[in-house]
């Protein structure tokens, strides 16, 4: 079953509550906490902003009982407000489970589901996939490809899913916002504004006009957020002033825009940014003599969804760091043979290793010592006995960073597509593992008279169309597909399916719909914007070189700019 959480995860947080009320100490108070910790960096990570809002208030309110063992157990008070916050978090989890399978059940009616195991499921035809209609249409991927399932087993649910109410404002403001939201598979309507009901099923996002009476319309945001625990809440307003901000957010808001003319962009970037992402999971090599306490360390990062190598020989780190390709290596200090701080400096003797951040553990508390240790190649020390949720929430902070520092290296910057060199080196990787029966369909893209759009209406309204179409590309194609930034106004994308050249219909969809998306230009002038593009198929068995492939496309390409733009040409 399809869910942001596994029943066993709801049942988990119910179980490890009673196991402390049965016996309050310390110990069960630390895994209820691990485990609290661990379900708020998830809602973090998959966007789940109302549940996140109650997630939150639960953990401040566990950590700051925390304490150790002298304080425990707590008053008898806050045990009861406890007890109180997990029924209702579990009662909104459960709402969730119940409502995802719902979904996941309706589009498997409508066959739009993913398969539960690409793997056992054949692909469908690529000129069966995305089409032009109000839900971006999902299809199942090729053996080896990434689905909706992050490799935690944590799922959420699409953005199609989730109907944007537009609330405030006139009728004929939304109108256009409505029309323009649907190119990109996004389904928006307008609601009545008045104090809705209490549902705890209701996961749509609210997007709510403040420009007239703001003062008023906190009251209704506080209540909003009590009726709608569960929904993204987002307010636009013209005050661009601190003060007010800081109380809209207070109130339960979970983004503030500015409302001008430029609202339709921050809308799309802000509603598109909350879609899925598949996140590999943390991935951790300690590196720690002690039986004892390597155990404890493996057992603390293990429920808290990390994948963890273990090692007692830091003589074999070199080896295992290429094979394991760890996010972070926890470094004992004192183990025989050579110390941590050793062993790390030699691991920073190869390029491949210098960004990979390294944790040491250790009872050491001279500060001098420390200071020489991160001096020679550490990024953290911290002292045994640690605190695990102080740990955990230090090792997931240096992966995240470790993982951004890698994704401003691989994707572009204004689009957040794959860049031009991660482009190439996931076509060549596609050419390689191409399942037999497959093809490639390499496809060259790009803006038409796009100088002419820079000329006339400037830079920052030219890269505003770039993102749209990568928006729009990201939204319509499949997870598995290739879709990088190849330079420019250019675009590269790689499509795998069954028949070759059978993306070229998806593409003339996607075509169409880009040709009908306003932007607002110089002078508050409207225009449209458009794209032609080539294709060239690789199937198994071919030359398996990339440049010939691309050179194909680039052809068709300059075929389709020649024969009037605005159009897809298919190579010879």
Not at 34 to 57: E, I, M, P
Not at 243 to 268: E, M, N, T, W
Not at 434 to 445: E, F, N, R, S, W
Request: proline fraction near 4%; hydrophobic fraction near 40%; aromatic fraction near 8%.
């Amino acid at each position: 079953m399809d869910t942001l959480f596994p029943m066993t995860q709801e049942q988990a947080l119910r179980v490890a509550w009673l196991k402390y009320q049965a016996r309050p100490a310390f110990d069960s108070f630390v895994e209820f906490s691990s485990l609290l910790n661990h379900l708020t960096d998830s809602l973090q990570k998959t966007s789940q902003a109302g549940l996140l809002y109650v997630c939150r208030q639960l953990e401040q309110k566990a950590l700051a009982l925390f304490g150790d063992e002298t304080s425990h157990p707590i008053p008898d008070k806050d045990m009861e407000e406890m007890g109180n916050m997990v029924v209702r978090m579990c009662q909104l989890m459960g709402y969730y489970v119940r409502y995802s399978s719902r979904q996941q059940h309706d589009r498997r009616a409508v066959g739009h589901a993913p398969a539960e195991n690409p793997a056992e499921s054949p692909a469908e035809d690529q000129d069966d996939a995305a089409q032009p209609q109000p839900e971006a249409q999902v299809e199942a991927a090729p053996e080896g490809a990434e689905t909706g399932r992050s490799k935690t087993g944590i799922t959420t649910i699409d953005i199609q899913n989730r109907e944007i109410v537009l609330l405030g404002g006139e009728e004929a403001g939304w109108r256009d916002l409505i029309v323009q939201l649907g190119y990109f598979g996004i389904r928006a309507r307008q609601g009545e504004w008045r104090v809705p009901d209490a549902d705890d099923t209701d996961l749509s996002i609210y997007l709510v006009n403040m420009v007239d009476q703001p003062e008023e319309r906190l009251d209704f945001l506080r209540i909003l957020r009590e009726r709608r625990s569960m929904a993204l809440i987002v307010c636009m307003n013209t005050v661009d002033d601190f003060v007010f901000i800081h109380r809209a957010l207070l109130s339960g808001v979970d983004h503030y825009l500015l409302a001008d003319k430029g609202a339709l962009p921050k809308i799309l970037g802000l509603v598109i940014g909350h879609q899925n992402a598949i996140e590999e999971s943390y991935r951790v090599l300690v590196v720690e003599d002690s039986k004892t306490a390597a155990y404890a360390i493996q057992r603390s990062l293990e429920s808290h969804g990390f994948v963890v190598s273990m090692l007692d020989k830091p003589v074999q780190v070199l080896q295992v760091i290429r094979s394991f390709q760890p996010d972070l290596i926890l470094m004992d200090m004192y183990m025989p043979y050579c110390t941590g701080v050793e062993a790390v400096r030699v691991i920073r003797q190869h390029d491949e290793f210098l960004s990979i951040p390294v944790i040491y553990l250790s009872g050491e508390t001279n500060v001098g010592l420390q200071v020489e240790a991160l001096r020679l190649g550490g990024d953290q020390f911290l002292t045994k006995p640690h605190n695990p949720v102080l740990m955990n929430a230090v090792i997931k902070s240096k992966i995240d960073r470790y993982r951004a520092l890698r994704r401003s290296m691989q994707n572009d910057s204004l689009t957040g597509l794959l860049n031009h060199i991660s482009s190439k080196q996931a076509l060549v990787d596609a050419l390689k593992k191409l399942p037999d029966g497959y093809c490639l369909d390499v496809v060259m893209l790009d803006i038409d008279k796009f100088k002419q759009v820079n000329d006339t209406h400037g830079h920052p309204v030219g890269d505003q169309v770039i993102r749209s179409l990568a928006w729009l590309l990201k939204q319509r194609l499949r997870q598995s597909d290739i879709v990088g930034r190849y330079g420019g106004e250019e675009f590269v994308l790689g499509l795998v399916g069954k028949i070759p050249g059978g993306a070229r219909e998806s593409l003339e969809h996607i075509r169409e719909d880009f040709h009908r998306i306003s932007f607002i230009g110089a002078n508050e002038a409207p225009f449209t914007s458009s794209f032609s593009g080539g294709l060239a198929s690789f199937r198994k068995g071919e030359d398996e070189r990339l440049e010939p492939l691309l050179e194909r496309a680039d052809r068709a390409l300059y075929q389709a700019k020649e024969q009037g733009r605005n159009q897809i040409v298919v190579a010879s």
